[in-house]
């Protein structure tokens, strides 16, 4: 009955009343959309993460996957390598060697001959380091001497130091108090005062025993009681194409002594054309590559046991050529030192004449001569008393032929005397004298 009351007697009450109910399950309401929504969000945050989870899980598991397959191959191809490694001769020596070393012996490499070693990768033939040290000590400088200015002297020189040249030479006897070495006559040649430097330092004065321009060679004699090491020649006639050679000697002067160079036989019996103070001469060389420059001249060339088996004479020195050396064969200068030692000076047989290669002569001044002849000396003078006067030969006679030897010029007659005869034989010379053929018989005679 109150309540009926009030709600009539309370219209506004009731209807707050009823539109506080009505705004509560409005609330109601929203809150259970709201929760709904908040549900449905949490579920698809867990799929979401779950998603997630699962894709993670497939990443780390094919991760792991390929990690094992590398780990696993990784595995296999080493095992691969070491197996193979393993029975290769290479690492079967490095095996034995290490072995060796620690057992007490010295690690060496078995491709390697019983000569080299190995230095941190470095390749080292101690036979031939041995052998460069103890031949260097037979090596000296040669220091020429003269009255005269020297033109390439540097103008901070001493005033007093009339120095013309250095060479080397090489020692090659010592026989009591003395010691002789060998060396270019071209670089003693004119000499007033012949100096040698050896391997000490100290300097000594030399004389000159013999020389002879031809074959470009001479022989000093110094104080023996300086020397304790000689070089011995070896036999340049058992030398090959190919095989290794050591030069040795004083390149630009003393400043370089004893520089060693090293190559190979590039050639044997080379003739080379060289002007000397006794004319013309084709000179018998061994060719090498080994570095050879002015101031080796004289110095050693020696093959791999130390030996000489040339004397280094020259060099073609031209724009656009290197490695082109020369040096006198020992088998050829053997004989002309023993010879200078003995007799200061070679002995070569001679004709007596003056002469001029014809091809050099106009053919208006030997129109006598028959066209046929194309080569031969025509004689400019006779000495008197010699072989050729006492044969009858006289001025303006052109020699073609000796022994039955065509002789085609100066230089080709020269070569065929010194080597094929000597001092006391007799031989056949054809010439023409006018369009007339002779032949006449002379005895050669001492230069």
């Known amino acids: 009955m109150d309540n009926n009351f009030d709600q009539e007697n309370n219209p506004q009450k009731s209807e707050t009343e009823n539109t506080s109910h009505v705004e509560t399950d409005n609330q109601t309401e929203e809150l259970e959309k709201n929760q709904s929504v908040f549900n449905e969000s949490q579920v698809l945050d867990r799929t979401e993460q779950k998603e997630t989870l699962h894709r993670k899980s497939k990443q780390s598991n094919f991760f792991k996957s390929n990690l094992m397959t590398a780990i696993i191959v990784g595995i296999i191809s080493s095992l691969l390598t070491l197996t193979i490694v393993f029975y290769t001769p290479l690492f079967q020596n490095k095996l034995t060697d290490q072995t060796s070393e620690n057992s007490g012996s010295s690690l060496v490499d078995k491709d390697l001959t019983p000569s080299e070693q190995t230095t941190e990768g470095v390749t080292t033939n101690k036979s031939l380091v041995n052998m460069i040290e103890n031949t260097s000590k037979g090596i000296v400088g040669v220091v020429k001497y003269t009255n005269g200015e020297n033109p390439f002297a540097s103008p901070f020189q001493m005033p007093d130091n009339n120095q013309q040249g250095v060479g080397s030479g090489v020692i090659f006897k010592k026989d009591g108090d003395d010691a002789y070495v060998v060396t270019n006559n071209h670089v003693i040649e004119d000499a007033e005062k012949i100096e040698v430097s050896l391997e000490s330092g100290e300097h000594t004065e030399a004389t000159l025993v013999g020389a002879d321009a031809l074959s470009d060679l001479a022989v000093l004699k110094i104080d023996g009681s300086l020397v304790d090491d000689v070089l011995e020649f070896g036999d340049s006639d058992n030398l090959q194409v190919g095989e290794q050679v050591i030069a040795i000697g004083n390149p630009l002067g003393l400043d370089f002594s004893r520089t060693v160079t090293q190559g190979i036989v590039s050639a044997l019996d080379r003739s080379v054309d060289v002007n000397t103070s006794a004319g013309k001469w084709e000179l018998n060389v061994i060719q090498t590559d080994a570095a050879i420059n002015p101031g080796n001249s004289g110095g050693a060339l020696l093959n791999d046991q130390g030996k000489v088996i040339g004397i280094n004479s020259l060099k073609i020195a031209t724009y656009g050529v290197e490695g082109l050396g020369f040096a006198i064969p020992s088998n050829d200068a053997l004989p002309i030192v023993e ?28 129109q ?3 066209n046929e002849v194309s080569g031969g000396v025509i004689i400019s003078e006779v000495t008197e008393d010699s072989a050729a006067h006492k044969a009858g030969i006289k001025p303006k006679d052109v020699i073609v032929e000796i022994d039955g030897e065509k002789i085609e010029n100066g230089q080709q007659l020269r070569k065929w005397l010194y080597g094929n005869v000597k001092v006391g034989d007799k031989v056949k010379v054809k010439l023409y004298r006018g369009n007339e053929e002779k032949t006449v018989e002379m005895t050669l005679t001492s230069s």
């Open 368 to 370: 006598d001569i028959p």
């Open 339 to 366: 010879q200078l030692m003995k007799e200061g000076e070679v002995e070569r047989p001679v004709i007596g004449i003056t002469m001029v290669d014809l091809e050099q002569v106009p053919r208006m001044y030997v």
